[in-house]
Nanobody, 124 residues
């Protein structure tokens, strides 16, 4: 089973930047894509960006233009660069492993393994 550990969260002021990291380990043989998600209190988990094993990417509208997903295959790490942060970006951020081979998607139901999350707080 794949394991993931997120880091890089913190408190920033609006307009600031953060880079989140997701260290990946374990058996990734049934993982076809990896994604970044967030969940604010009282809200559903929201997909932000994902990258397929073939390097294709998906971005949610809320992430386009401000968030950039990347990965380092040698370090087995996924990153999310977040710029121009807004108070509404405050949430717990998670990385997830996608195992639905037939569909590359940001739907949370397609992701079967999750990290513990890292908190991002943006103040105005």
């Amino acid at each position: 089973q794949v394991q993931m550990v997120e880091s890089g969260g913190g408190s920033v002021q609006a307009g600031g930047s953060l880079r989140l990291s997701c260290a990946i380990s374990g058996d990734t043989s049934n993982t076809y894509y990896m994604g970044w998600f967030r969940q604010a209190p009282g809200k559903a988990r929201e997909g932000l960006a994902a990258i397929h094993n073939d390097d294709s990417t998906l971005y949610a509208d809320s992430a386009k233009g401000r968030f950039t997903l990347s990965r380092d295959i040698v370090k087995n790490t996924l990153y999310l660069q977040m710029n121009l942060l807004k108070p509404e970006d405050t949430a717990m951020y998670y990385c997830g492993a996608g195992s639905l081979r037939e569909l590359f998607t940001l739907r949370t139901s397609a992701y079967t393994s999750w990290g513990q999350g890292t908190q991002v707080t943006v103040s105005s």
